[in-house]
């Protein structure tokens, strides 16, 4: 289970989707789930309209993929 350190609030952008937003937070899109927890209103949403309001936890525990070049980890 993911420990939530926090959240931020974000503002979709037409075309955003779950996946989409959890490869930008957290690099990795099948922590699309994390996301749509944090806001159930909307789990039913493909893909988002403009200047909808979602909550994107913040975790200690995201770990990058294995396969995720040196200059994508920070390193």
């Known amino acids: 289970m993911a420990n939530i350190t926090g959240y931020n609030r974000i503002e979709t952008t037409e075309g955003d989707t779950f996946d989409a937003l959890a490869l930008e937070f957290y690099n990795d899109e099948q922590k699309a789930s994390l996301i749509i927890a944090e806001n159930p209103d909307y ?10 309001t979602l909550w994107i936890p ?9 396969t995720l070049p040196p200059w994508r980890r920070g390193a």
């Open 43 to 52: 789990c039913d949403v493909l893909i988002f309209e403009a200047g909808v």
């Open 58 to 66: 913040v975790v200690d525990d995201v770990e990058l993929p294995e």
